[in-house]
């Protein structure tokens, strides 16, 4: 799995639902939620 840091936990935690994004310039990048808050995540890179 992937791992982002979320704000709120203020810590790395899974993404959970994660989904593939392209950003403006073309860099690929990986969305989703945090497991325990469910706000939004979000880390540039690959899956």
């Known amino acids: 799995m992937v791992?982002?840091?979320c704000v709120?936990?203020?810590k790395m935690v899974e993404i959970?639902?994660?989904q593939?994004?392209?950003l403006?310039?073309?860099r690929?990048?990986?969305k989703g939620t945090c497991p325990e808050t469910g706000?939004?995540?979000f880390r540039i890179g690959k899956l």
Do not use: E, L, S, W
């Open 16 to 18: 959970q639902n994660p």
């Open 24 to 26: 403006k310039n073309g």
């Open 3 to 5: 791992q982002a840091y």
């Open 28 to 30: 690929p990048a990986v």
């Open 39 to 41: 706000i939004t995540v």
């Open 8 to 10: 709120k936990c203020r």
């Open 20 to 22: 593939q994004v392209t």
